[in-house]
């Protein structure tokens, strides 16, 4: 019961996620890419402190290096989503981003020698023909916000790598909130640095920092960190790689984004990478059984 729970949860946050690329294309009208992560970090930490600052009190060396870990590999991976979102569309976006479902065996095979099957690899080659369609441009070249894309669906991988090996052994929740402190601080630090602390700030602009703030960082973030204790790193990166869907779809719905059909043809290609590298199709294996 608990697993499905856990499916849920997950589903709910790349739905939230999803949504999460238009509201931040909206944000990226009134706010710089770092005031925008600034700002939701800021709030998500003083939310779940308010909520579950209790949990802090117990909290161990290992509890706050990992959360510090997890913290500064999110920051990472929200600046290059967030910067290249200001140079790409928020589908393209979404779906460069989901590539790092592809990202997380490799990752597992580097850290535990776990063999990388034949699945992954005909993936792999799939998804790189995808990531061509959607983002090579007419002189086969990429732009630097879909490079950037790329380079953040990497950084998500080695969060939900990570994530998974530590709520193992460390409190889901204790973690969450030393990785949004460790975020938010992160935050100030490059907002302050560039002299970039806004004054005064367009109702556009705090609707998204608010929404942003309580749904894609507090709700799903917590939602993920608490899942992953009852579930595998793959199966949890193949839900939340349907963010990119969702991304898509309210894409075209509220920003009215125009898809090619190319870019279709790359979102798909990209999609069923995924569902092969990562589901792994079982009727071949489950015929030589009968046989």
């Not at 931040?24 to 706010?31: D, G, N, V």
């Not at 060396?61 to 510090?68: A, E, F, N, T």
Request: with cysteine; proline share 2%.
């Amino acid at each position: 019961m608990k697993q499905y729970i856990a499916d849920g949860m997950l589903l709910t946050t790349a739905i939230v996620w999803g949504s999460g690329f238009v509201i931040t294309a909206i944000a990226l009208e009134y706010l710089t890419a770092y005031q925008v992560m600034a700002g939701r970090f800021i709030l998500a930490s003083i939310i779940l402190t308010v909520i579950f600052g209790y949990k802090l009190k117990k909290a161990t060396k290992s509890v706050v290096w990992k959360g510090v870990l997890l913290g500064t590999i999110l920051y990472i991976a929200f600046a290059l989503q967030t910067v290249g979102l200001q140079y790409t569309t928020p589908s393209k976006n979404a779906f460069l981003t989901a590539v790092n479902v592809i990202v997380v065996p490799l990752i597992a095979y580097a850290v535990y020698k776990r063999r990388i099957d034949g699945y992954e690899i005909i993936g792999s080659i799939i998804a790189l023909v995808g990531i061509g369609c959607l983002s090579l441009q007419g002189s086969l070249t990429m732009n630097i916000g879909d490079a950037l894309s790329l380079a953040c669906a990497v950084a998500f991988a080695f969060d939900i790598f990570c994530t998974n090996l530590f709520v193992q052994k460390e409190d889901a929740i204790a973690l969450t909130i030393v990785q949004f402190i460790t975020a938010s601080v992160l935050g100030i630090l490059v907002v302050v640095s560039q002299g970039d602390i806004p004054t005064n700030l367009e109702k556009e602009a705090i609707y998204s920092i608010i929404y942003l703030g309580i749904f894609s960082t507090t709700i799903a973030y917590l939602f993920q960190n608490v899942a992953n204790q009852y579930t595998t790193a793959t199966k949890a990166a193949i839900i939340l790689s349907t963010e990119s869907f969702f991304g898509m779809v309210l894409s075209v719905i509220f920003l009215h984004e125009v898809l090619t059909g190319r870019m279709v043809i790359g979102a798909v290609l990209i999609l069923l990478a995924i569902l092969i590298a990562e589901v792994k199709p079982a009727y071949p294996k489950k015929r030589m059984m009968n046989n």
